[in-house]
């Protein structure tokens, strides 16, 4: 299974910083950011978040990057304009 979130995170050490917590949370699943565009405000400027593993708890990866005061939330099709 494939998770993806979008997120605010727009610099690489943060990106870092957050990988590092997924992956002591969540050693099972393999993560990895991709960092974009931030011409546009969130959620149409974002990072993707990417995860990959048998079983992904979405709701609580979300909470905990809220928690955190990371703008999180699970990728849906839609066109920024």
Not at 51 to 58: Q, S, V
Request: proline fraction near 4%.
């Amino acid at each position: 299974m494939i998770e993806v979130f979008i997120t605010n995170v727009k610099s690489e050490y943060l990106s870092k910083e957050i990988l590092k917590f997924l992956k002591s949370e969540y050693p099972q699943l393999k993560i990895n950011f991709d960092l974009e565009d931030f011409n546009k405000p969130y959620p149409c400027g974002h990072s993707i978040l990417r995860i990959e593993g048998e079983l992904i708890d979405t709701t609580s990866i979300e909470q905990q990057l809220k928690n955190i005061g990371i703008e999180c939330k699970i990728l849906e099709e839609k066109k920024c304009i």
